[in-house]
């Protein structure tokens, strides 16, 4: 399905992984393009090392991303990142994911 996948040009190829390293390496070898990888519940180096070793074009952070406002500040100086709580993700209640605290907010603590 892959290759058949690769020959309608498709910009990337996004997967969800779910825990088969083998067949990941078998998309990886099949697939031209940009993939795009998500290891749901993985840590972040887990992720970034997908890049590093090539296994990876992209990786989704969705949940990090959607917790830490300042993600990309934070990878860049090492920082923790904050918990995400689903229940703020999407709305419903008084709390949105906007809320959760910067670097800046926490310095000024």
């Known amino acids: 399905m ?8 498709l910009a990337y190829l996004h997967v969800a992984h779910m825990g088969d390293e083998v067949l990941l ?8 393009g940009v993939l795009v990888l998500n290891r749901g519940g993985a840590d972040l180096r887990t992720r970034i090392a997908d890049i ?3 296994t990876a074009d992209v990786i989704a952070v969705a949940s990090m991303s959607l917790a830490n406002p300042d993600l990309v500040e934070r ?17 419903g209640g008084t709390r949105g994911y906007t809320d959760y605290p910067t670097l800046a907010m926490t310095a000024h603590q």
Request: glycine share 8%; no cysteine.
């Open 75 to 91: 990878i860049k100086t090492n920082a923790p990142l904050n918990a995400p709580d689903p229940s703020t993700f999407y709305g």
């Open 52 to 54: 590093d070793n090539s």
């Open 25 to 32: 390496r078998k998309i990886r070898g099949i697939w031209p």
């Open 2 to 9: 892959v290759r058949e996948l690769s020959r309608l040009g």
